[in-house]
């Protein structure tokens, strides 16, 4: 996910970024990390929405809150 996040491949990293997430929900990076994309390209949001998963799994994320 990071290497395609670092060549703009959006999709890709998504992509990666789901397939960790199917196996493990509440993966806070995993999450943390879909939020970066979903800013990078535009989908505010999706981002909102992930950063709320990210509360919900764990209220006192300090990344989660500042995205907020």
């Known amino acids: ?5 670092n060549n703009r491949a959006y999709e890709q990293s ?5 397939r960790v997430l199917q196996k ?3 993966n806070i990076q995993a999450l943390l990390y879909k939020v970066l994309v979903h ?3 535009k989908n505010l949001k999706l981002a909102m929405a992930d ?18």
């Not at 996910?1 to 996040?5: D, E, G, K, R």
């Not at 998963?53 to 500042?66: E, K």
Request: aromatic share 6%.
């Open 1 to 5: 996910a990071t290497i395609h996040f």
């Open 14 to 18: 998504l992509a990666s970024l789901d």
């Open 24 to 26: 493990d929900a509440k």
């Open 51 to 68: 950063v709320e998963r990210v509360l919900d799994a764990d209220p006192d994320n300090y990344d989660g809150l500042l995205q907020k």
């Open 39 to 41: 800013i990078e390209s």
